[in-house]
């Protein structure tokens, strides 16, 4: 039951997960990592990707964490399986849970917005075809939209244009239902939203991922009673001032501290 839970993505964007875990299982202790100095993941080599998240592991274990999340879609497609294999703590990703919920809720037409890196692995279309039979799925590489997210969301017009871009194709393609493959692209779904109009369900995976994780360390004996809040602990590879600024407001937690760390 001891240890907090490690949550990991290459930035901000794994925020949209400890949030909903914040919510859900406040009980609990987290430690969250952000690997900002080596962000975008997504235009990387999978290799590459995979050892990030294999160093990353490395640095949940040695602080003792009871189980890991990887809130990054990118590295869970490059990653989650060699982490399973290495790790002795329960390790999840964000796709598996991203895709059920999606396929609970679309009536067969799927919009993916996810890092080039999500969208060339293929995870999604194929776990929604798994899922879904005869599912269409019309994906999108957004490589715009994690910089606008890590720079504090402060530049509007960009943000839409770039919401215009990559949504435009999947308006076109009359799909019903929108996945934010990227866990960047939540803080954007009020714009994500608006373009692609009220009818068009947009799925943030981050709840049904907390909802997994509960399930998890229940089976394992390991979720805590509840209680008084956990700790919070928040690591960055980046600069810490910046990315604490923008963590306090996606948590609405002011006064935020993060530290420096180093991975590899
Ligand atoms: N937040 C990440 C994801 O879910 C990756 C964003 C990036 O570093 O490119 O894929």
């Avoid at 949940?60 to 002795?88: D, Q, S, Y």
Wanted: net charge neutral.
């Amino acid at each position: 039951m001891d240890g907090p839970i490690g949550v990991f993505d290459s930035g901000v964007g794994g925020l949209t997960v400890a949030r909903r875990l914040l919510e859900q299982l406040s009980q609990e202790d987290l430690l969250y990592l952000a690997d900002t100095a080596r962000l975008p993941y997504g235009p990387l080599p999978v290799a590459q990707v995979r050892q990030y998240a294999l160093e990353a592991l490395e640095f949940m274990v040695e602080r003792g964490v009871k189980a890991m999340v990887i809130a990054c879609n990118t590295a869970t497609a490059a990653g989650l399986e060699a982490l399973k294999a290495r790790a002795a703590i329960p390790v999840l990703g964000v796709i598996e849970p991203g895709a059920r919920a999606t396929a609970g809720l679309t009536r067969g037409r799927v919009g993916l917005l996810a890092t080039e890196g999500t969208v060339k692995s293929e995870a999604y279309q194929r776990r929604l075809a798994e899922l879904i039979p005869g599912v269409e799925v019309i994906a999108q590489a957004c490589p715009k939209f994690t910089p606008l997210v890590e720079s504090g969301l402060d530049d509007a017009v960009a943000i839409q244009d770039a919401v215009a871009e990559y949504v435009r194709p999947l308006v076109r393609a009359k799909v019903d239902t929108i996945v934010l493959g990227c866990t960047h692209y939540p803080l954007l779904s009020r714009w994500i939203q608006a373009y692609a109009g009220e009818e068009v369900l947009v799925v943030d995976p981050a709840l049904a991922t907390v909802e997994l994780l509960e399930d998890e360390l229940r089976s394992r004996g390991l979720l805590r009673p509840p209680g008084r809040p956990g700790y919070r602990q928040f690591a960055t590879t980046g600069e810490v001032e910046k990315f604490g600024r923008v963590a306090a407001t996606i948590l609405g937690l002011p006064g935020l501290q993060a530290v420096r760390v180093r991975l590899g």
